[in-house]
Nanobody
Framework: QSHLVESGGGLVQPGGSLRLSCKVS????????IGWFRQAPGKEREGVSS????????NYADSVKGRFTISRDIYENTVYLQMNSLKPEDTAVYYC?????????????????WGQGTQVTVSS
């Protein structure tokens, strides 16, 4: 059975940093792309970043380019999202998800398995 578990969320001041982790089990990263998505209160879930099954391709939403970095450790079966220069508008529940097609897309419905989410709050 496939599982994804996010961690690393919390409260941070504007301009600060957080690193989110997505630990997967039941499958290996070699066969699945992993995406990070977020959903703020009253808004639709949106794609933030993704990494392909090969690890050779990444994708970022325009709103986070230059501030967020996605990476992975295939030995730990974990994908990370390093978030720097955080802004209040980054406040949301962040989810990781797995796509069996292996492509680094930010399209929600391409993803097959989802984690439970972790809250990120950026506030002074």
């Amino acid at each position: 059975q496939s599982h994804l578990v996010e961690s690393g969320g919390g409260l941070v001041q504007p301009g600060g940093s957080l690193r989110l982790s997505c630990k997967v089990s039941g499958f290996t990263l070699d066969y699945f792309a992993i995406g990070w998505f977020r959903q703020a209160p009253g808004k639709e879930r949106e794609g933030v970043s993704s990494i392909s099954s090969s690890g050779g391709s990444t994708n970022y939403a325009d709103s986070v380019k230059g501030r967020f970095t996605i990476s992975r450790d295939i030995y730990e079966n974990t994908v990370y999202l390093q978030m720097n220069s955080l802004k209040p508008e980054d406040t949301a529940v962040y989810y990781c998800a797995a796509d069996g097609a292996g492509i680094a897309t930010l399209i929600l419905w391409e993803y097959d398995y989802w984690g439970q989410g972790t809250q990120v709050t950026v506030s002074s």
